[in-house]
């Protein structure tokens, strides 16, 4: 029974770095660029949902609609002020320190705002726990809310960007950005919309995350984003599903070594993966293996 | 560089002593006064613990200057040395308040910065530490004396406390083995729980970047048949833990330790789960005993309104301790640094306090040999325990 109550936990922690790495998993596979900031707008969005709440008394459903609305525009804003000017630039490392600079800015900027206490987040999502098996085997209400979610927006993000015209766009962008231009495709705007898609996703990100474990502080976004990241590149950079597959795996992997093998090395075991799959499978459980023309 | 300074530092003496020659010479019979540094950070992520320090040895001074100063001379508390926590600055500090007369230090307030400084003041300067931890902030000479327990100490302290009042006999410990001082808690703790009959059923640990997620060290635990958790950690990460703990249904009491104060404070934390916990630190304002609470009385009227923490208590103990000494040793504000500072070393092996933070006696390494003092929280608020 033990070994079913880890792998429920496994499963949820490893959900909640499933929609995180749905979103760095959209910006790569489309700007093909590295949104090392995305952990941070998942704080950002956190803290907007508690600040709704318990400063200005708005209702969750309100808390949540303004988060989001609030994480896709920073990430328009970001995207414009600080990714764009450098998209055209000699090398692809000027935008990836750039990201790695808004991470910084936004982290700084909220510990300015709010400071660096751990703030206890408050209960937004209100789900009874399921009981099974005579009360052996306890699901958390968020448990069973964060693997619903991530599943919805797995299968809304497929969808999007294989039926709709800006989904289309989006991979032909993706595919070849100047043959994607010249057929007219508004690059600019697509790589925009990506860049607000993903921060919104952000924003569910950050709200299934402190509720799920309720604490709060500048610093929240960024081990579960570098987590996420590894879970995207396990599953295959770019891949909707292998971010689906790869965050789940990844979760049940840490929590099977701190569980059976020690808790203080459960870190060194997650990096460890992404060692040996890049090693075995350089390209990810699900990655396009993509032959570089000379 | 180093002769820069000097020549620097000579200079300045000089043109200091050019222009104070005359008024000092005038007034030196009935001005003769102690003069007292406190080095901390006063501005910046610790500001907290350096105004807490700079303000309590106020108030201290005050007192005993009411009650005849140190053997009967008036004591003069230095504009506040700012070191922001840097060890650089901090030397820099020391330098400047050795300028302006400083005779004994009340400092420094953080450990770094206490191993630098403590290099600079051995065998010149008397250096009382309020509150650095780490075992190396007072080990550079023997006029240096510590306040607070180290690090190590805490642990075993907090072992002796569980075996001596029965609390448990099977504990867990679940701890932060990136950090230095939760790591160097429980280290002590683990070492000295067998010979206060404590059994270590469960050893847990997380690391400082997966601090969210507690679920299965607390299932291991829950299955280890622990009666107590004993949390050497910070108050953020305790907070998060029993809520955890109350999620999983567990039923056990939890221990922890100075890094624990605070835990009532953290906001929207819902302070009925830390109902019950205990925590080993030497004052809490809330504490019901007449010298704690006149000296949080005495503490907001100088501040405005603001509550004193245990290093303000530690520096209001440090203060009174150096009077016991200053006392017994008879020493006098003309004495050269190394002079006092020889006298109330000696004096400080024979001295006694019964302070804010416990009854206290120094040992010839400087540490303070005090009993641990402990804390329930009830109805939301710390309550000694018997």
């Known amino acids: 029974m033990s070994f079913i109550s880890y792998l429920k936990d496994g499963i949820s922690l490893g959900s909640i770095y499933a929609i995180i790495a749905l979103g760095y998993t959209m910006v790569y596979g489309i700007a093909k660029m590295l949104n090392f900031a995305h952990g941070d707008v998942i704080m950002v969005g956190a803290f907007v949902i508690l600040t709704a709440i318990t400063k200005a008394g708005l209702p969750p459903a309100a808390a949540i609609l303004i988060s989001v609305v609030f994480c896709t525009v920073l990430g328009i804003v970001i995207e414009k002020i600080a990714y764009r000017p450098l998209r055209k630039a000699s090398s692809n490392l000027a935008v ?46 968020i448990t069973i809310v964060t693997i619903v979610v991530s599943v919805i927006i797995m299968v809304a993000l497929t969808f999007f960007v294989q039926k709709t015209k800006p989904g289309r766009a989006m991979q032909a962008v993706s595919e070849d950005r100047d043959a994607a231009q010249l057929m007219g495709v508004n690059v600019n705007a697509t790589i925009s919309l990506t860049f607000a898609i993903g921060s919104g996703l952000a924003a569910i990100a950050g709200l299934l995350l402190c509720s799920a474990y309720p604490t709060l502080t500048p610093y929240t976004g960024a081990m579960p984003g570098i987590k996420a990241f590894v879970a995207a590149v396990f599953g295959g950079i770019g891949s909707i599903p292998g971010a689906m597959v790869g965050g789940i795996l990844l979760g049940v992997i840490e929590i099977f070594g701190k569980a059976y093998i020690s808790s203080q090395v459960a870190d060194a075991i997650v990096f460890a993966v992404l060692i040996i799959v890049l090693l075995v499978k350089p390209t990810g459980l699900f990655g396009k293996n993509i032959q570089e023309k000379v | 560089m180093r002769n820069w300074k000097k020549a620097l530092s000579v200079t300045a003496a000089v043109a200091m002593a050019a222009t104070m020659a005359m008024p000092v010479s005038v007034f030196a019979e009935g001005d003769e006064t102690f003069k007292i540094g406190v080095i901390g950070p006063m501005t910046g992520d610790y500001a907290q613990y350096g105004t807490n320090v700079y303000n309590a040895a106020q108030i201290a001074i005050n007192e005993v200057n009411e009650n005849g100063g140190f053997n009967g001379y008036q004591v003069e508390l230095l504009a506040a040395g700012d070191d922001m926590g840097d060890p650089e600055k901090a030397v820099n500090a020391y330098n400047d308040l050795l300028d302006k007369g400083m005779q004994m230090l009340c400092g420094t307030v953080t450990s770094g910065s206490c191993i630098a400084v403590g290099a600079e003041a051995a065998e010149s300067t008397f250096l009382f530490t309020p509150s650095a931890t ?40 679940l701890y932060d083995s990136m950090a230095d001082y939760n790591s160097g808690v429980h280290d002590s703790f683990v070492e000295a729980a067998e010979e206060n009959g404590l059994e270590v059923v469960a050893d847990e640990a997380y690391t400082t970047d997966n601090n969210t997620d507690y679920s299965v060290q607390l299932k291991k635990i829950a299955d280890s048949g622990a009666e107590l958790l004993f949390l050497p950690n910070y108050y953020s990460d305790n907070a998060l833990i029993l809520q955890q703990a109350s999620e999983a249904g567990m039923d056990i009491k939890f221990f922890g330790v100075d890094g624990m104060d605070g835990i009532l404070n953290v906001e929207n934390f819902d302070t009925s789960l830390a109902e019950g916990a205990m925590l080993l630190t030497p004052f809490s304002a809330t504490a019901e005993d007449e010298a704690s609470q006149a000296f949080v009385k005495s503490y907001n009227e100088l501040t405005g309104g603001e509550t004193p923490n245990q290093f303000a208590a530690d520096a209001y103990d440090v203060i009174y301790a150096m009077k016991a000494a200053a006392d017994a040793a008879e020493i006098t504000p003309d004495m050269a640094n190394e002079d006092i500072s020889a006298a109330m070393s000696e004096a400080m092996l024979s001295t006694e306090l019964d302070g804010l933070t416990g009854k206290a006696k120094w040992t010839e390494d400087g540490e303070c040999d005090k009993e641990p003092k402990a804390f329930v929280i009830e109805d939301g608020a710390y309550k000694e325990m018997e």
């Open chain 1, 96 to 141: 990836l320190i750039t990201a790695i600079g808004v991470s910084y800015l936004l982290q700084n900027l909220a510990l300015l705002i709010f400071g660096a206490d751990a703030k206890s987040f408050v209960t937004v999502i209100d789900v009874p726990s399921v009981s099974l098996f005579g009360g052996q085997l306890v699901i958390k209400g």
């Open chain 2, 134 to 173: 780490a075992v190396d902030s007072i080990t550079s000479g023997s006029n240096e004396f510590r306040m607070c327990f180290t690090d190590p100490a805490q642990g075993a302290k907090s072992a002796q406390y569980i075996g001596e009042h029965g609390l448990a006999t099977k504990v867990a410990v």
